[in-house]
């Protein structure tokens, strides 16, 4: 939770003030974690508001607020993004992944099968996502480790996925690729995360 507090002054009338307030109100969504803070350069957290309180002096001409902001997940994340491709030709392959934070990262990974694949499963060491089915070209499957969600070609097939969406720990972590013995083993990926701060 990050409080915001202020004095809006220099304004020559309680309407000017009064709609300097309203644009900070409007600065932050209070239905949604849509709105970045960066508390520290080159990182941030998604917020949203939690409550506003106001009050003008007319006498004076001043304004005061206090903004209650809370974030969504209780870390903060690197602007930057880091993107690694990896091209699996075989069951059981790995793929060393690695990040600066000291919380762990949540990836999002894009998956297109290059010959049809039969159920695949991704797993940092300690954690494994399963897909069950057959998964062919021309459906991108996007595993998003932030919403836990899976999609292929757009539609969700979460309720086909079973186990934990794989992280990446403080350091770096190891992933590896298996899928069925029937599978041709050709998936061609990219891993996109951000670096995470507790």
Not at 8 to 27: H, K, M, N, S, V
Not at 109 to 129: C, H, K, Q, Y
């Amino acid at each position: 939770t990050v409080e915001l507090t202020g004095v809006i002054a220099g304004e020559p009338t309680a309407e000017a003030i009064d709609a300097r307030l309203d644009a900070l109100l409007a600065l932050v969504s209070a239905a949604d974690y849509s709105t970045a803070l960066s508390l520290r350069s080159g990182r941030r957290l998604w917020v949203r508001r939690e409550a506003f309180t106001r009050e003008i002096s007319f006498g004076r001409l001043v304004g005061t607020f206090k903004m209650t902001l809370g974030a969504r997940d209780p870390f903060e994340e690197s602007d930057a993004v880091t993107s690694r491709t990896w091209n699996v030709t075989a069951s059981g392959a790995t793929l060393a992944l690695t990040q600066q934070g000291n919380a762990p990262a949540r990836p999002t990974t894009t998956m297109n099968p290059v010959a049809p694949v039969v159920t695949w499963s991704l797993s940092d060491g300690v954690r494994t996502l399963r897909a069950q089915g057959t998964f062919v070209p021309g459906l991108t499957v996007v595993v998003d480790g932030v919403a836990r969600r899976v999609t292929m070609g757009g539609g969700d097939i979460t309720p086909m996925t079973s186990g934990e969406f794989p992280e990446i720990a403080p350091g770096g972590s190891t992933w590896t690729y298996v899928d069925d013995a029937s599978s041709s083993h050709r998936m061609n990926m990219t891993v996109t995360y951000r670096d995470c701060w507790w």
